[in-house]
């Protein structure tokens, strides 16, 4: 049956014949697809590294990239000292990510130039729904216990609930990790489908916590767990652990991903956080899921980056496009 | 295209590396070019140039001197002039003088990269991230090397003046491939680059002059076939090594033929790409892009037959054509360009017309939507499904950005599809279960196997083939050996060294038939009948004649059975079914060796006896006897010890260096000292699991038939050693023209090494060619040089990494 669907959805060119429109309704939970994963580190990591060699984008192909990057951009801040007053400054930089002087230097005025999303804790959502009004930028929460994921179930389910009561359409998870480890899929699956389930029409993101699961092969079949159970997005990390998001594992993650796709239909999003820091790692990762997957995961539905610090150094080297001259951080409206 | 619009459509849009500082110095030196030769630029005395051309744009870039006969000699003197100062100078100052040369390369590694590139239709990546560096990394190994030969290779001295022959598609990595060890062991070159490729050659020269080489240590000279070819014939050099075609190789292999210079090829390939079902399939997928749209497929070792098991073939089918899709080629200074242009429009050709053939064949022919630029000279990546091994495109070598795919069953059958070509260059094999990759290595006739990666290369790590893919080996310990020979060699040459007593000429028709024979008390001795040890048996020759054999003062001492080429296949054949031996464990096969050695030992009068008889000196048979039970505990001792290595290559993988037997070695051995010389050939091959055809002693065969009895004794497994005698040069001629031997030494001073190593050309068999050996003499009769040449070196990659 499984590989039926497979053969019928890779019959042309590898890319799938019929990719439905809707959200991932998520797939019975099936052991096979999570046992037949082979990840040969080795290939991956040289895959990883040469990506970045073999393509490669200059000038106006640049600026046009990085202005695409800050429309993926999940403007994030999770700091233990966020107040209100910070997370309304942040809200101000997703609505005018770029000095519209530049934009318009660089004949980008009339581009819709602003943020995927705004990432919060549960205590700012409130805040960061009402500093978006009428802008259209969703807010994400990271729920669920983030970052351990630790706290009681029910207290998890009912924080998704309660984000999502304060407005946030988008609800960042992260799952158990001990369940990866110990390689109890029924259970990561059973949890996940519990957070997609308490989402309602909230987006789901599974973060994997990538830095902790140890192995690539791990990742991956939590990865696949994760689709199955209903992700919207899958995500590398919280931010939070002493490794997060890497190329290699993004690899991983995304050809996992168009495994699910040609075995299913349903197409899922990819979200790459903490470490993405500079606007060459941000073209990095572009490059990657322009190779691996095409145009259509370079758009907000299907690919996210999670960062802080990204959007400060884009400014900077779409200013230098603009002008010629190396700029400086503080020309920039910080956040 | 504005920004607003490249927003939408997230083009790549151009990267050009910038070519001005190439042509700059292309027109500083108007685009013209002589000889470098003894550290001066040459004009070639014919006045004769042709045109270098961008196979990107169809653009002239330069013209190349085409060097005559009259060139070359120059060059060559250049090379034998500069030969004594650059051995004088020590280890040292030549380990100085390549670190300069490393240091230089990196220094002018851009320059380097955007002139390969437009010299050669490579992508700038490739010569940007992975030509020029490994040549640096290969100079830097060699200074190393050059620092500690005097200990590490004691004993050796340099080869001499070495002409190199190199090809188009690496044209700096072969330049410091056959330059960085030749300079390291105290050798002075002659190179010459391929004609469509010679401008990085000609600013390396230049580099040679920027650091200082003495003069004449290294010469360039540029042109097409015959100046190789006068390289090739010039009496005065030593060596030639060259890289290329296995046709061209075939035509070098023969012309150098009995002329005494040291030979190493690296010929052409069809190798395999095996991918078991339980591979990481999206990894392969950047595996086949690595191997054969890697330099246009324009690579030796190009997995260029993908192998892959039947129940996963239609996903990776799927799998590669979607991938191909997203592959671009085009201007191949592009940053973003992954396959350049062909090198010329002739190999353009020969693969618009092996894939046209292919189709015809009834090959499924698959290309991207997309199509190539056509302002220069572009191919398509190409998969060929629908192959069976009797296709054209599934057996010769493309050369080009076409794979051609099998499927099959099980891993014995992998390994007999893998194995089915004349090539053995380097093989790949894709699997998660380490069992079974480690199980395939072995299996696979190829000189470089690659675990879960491929075309991946190394300074440390060894580079040669097995088969028709040449001989000799590059980079690593294994590959300085190409550039050395034993010191002793020096000191006594050839043809001076002494010979044992010979009996006399055992031909029939020479034979003074004798009514002496032997015997006791008036009774007749009992006949003894030599025949034939053929299969751990004795047989009758095929023809039924008999060879008598007399002694030094016309006795006759006994007769032989008179070998013919049904004999010799007869004895390939056993060989080759004692392949067991091969896969015995080492220890068996020392044991085996002291049991000969015992056994020999306990009949050491006999076989004294019957050597006296042969030659006349009572006191020096039993010194041969006792010589050759030595000679047998030597080789049992080393049979456990020939150890591989693990290469300390620069990423997260183990390069083992294992050593294997060369497979079925015909052996020629030396008239003087018969049986002493006979266990010198023989044991050091068969102590590292090879099976011999041996040709004994002509004038004193006896010794040899004599151990028939001895090898039943000792366990020696039936077919491991066979022994044929009777009329050598015939034998020789035989077993050099015979394409399933895979060696043939030839021991007798002859003079008829000339014709084995002429035939040996139909299947590049390895030669070895020794006149006139002291075999009692350990440094010239037995050690590591014998076990080299009864060895191949298989590099093995096997990256890990959870």
Redesign the interface.
Known sequence: MANMQ??TA??R???PLRLHADRNPGFPLELDWVRDI??????????AETIA?????????Q???L??AITLMDLTTLQGDDTEGTVRRLCAKARNPVRADLLES???A??PIRVAAVCVYHSFVATAVGALRGTGIPVAAVSAGFPAGLSPFDQRVAEIHASVAAGAREIDIVVTRSHVLNGDWEALYDEVRAFREACGDAHLKAILAVGELG???NVARASMVAMMAGADFIKTSTGKESVNATLPVSLVMV?TLRDYMERTGHAVGFKPAGGVRTAKQALDW?LLM??ELG?EW?TPERFRFGASSLLGDIERQIEHFATGRYSAQHRHPMA | MNVAEIFETLEYGPAPESPAAANAWLDAHDRRFGLFIGGEWREPSSGEYFDSVNPANRRTLAAIAQADAGDVDRAVKAARAALAPWRALGAHGRARYLYAIARHMQKHARMFAVLETMDNGKPIRESRDIDIPLVARHFYHHAGWAQIAGRELEGYEPVGVVGQIIPWNFPMLMLAWKIAPALAMGNTVVLKPAEYTSLTALRFAELCAEVGLPAGVVNIITGDGRTGEALVKHDDVDKIAFTGSTDVGRIIRVATAGSGKKLSLELGGKSPFIVFEDADLDSVVEGVVDAIWFNQGQVCCAGSRILVQEGIADRLVAKLRARMETLRVGDPLDKGIDIGAIVAPVQLEQIERLVEQGREEGATIWQPSWSCPEDGYFYPPTLCTEVSPAATIAQVEIFGPVVVLMTFRTPGEAVALANNTRYGLAASVWTENVNLALDIAPKVKAGTIWINCTNVFDAASGFGGYRESGFGREGGREGLFEYVKPSWESHEPAGTRRRGKSARAGAAADAKRSTKRGGTDGMPAIDRTAKLYIGGKQARPDQGYSTPVTSADGVFVGEVGEGNRKDVRNAVEAAHKAEGWARATAHNRAQVLFYLAENLAARADEFADRIAAMTGDRKAAAAEVDASVQRLFTYAAWADKWDGAVHRTPFRNVTLAMHEPVGVIGVICPDEQPLLGFISAVAPAIALGNRVVAVPSVTAPLAATDLYQVLDTSDVPGGVVNIITGPRTDLANVLASHDDIDGLWYFAHDGGGAEVERLSAGNMKRTWIVAGRDWADPLQGEGEEYLRHASEVKNIWVPYGE
């Open positions: 497979r053969n890779l019959e060119g590898g890319r082979r990840i040969n580190r080795s290939a991956v990591e040289r895959r060699k073999r393509r490669t984008v200059k000038k106006q192909w600026a046009a990239w202005l695409r660089i004949g980008a009339d581009l192995t690539l092969r050809r572009m322009k190779e145009n370079l």
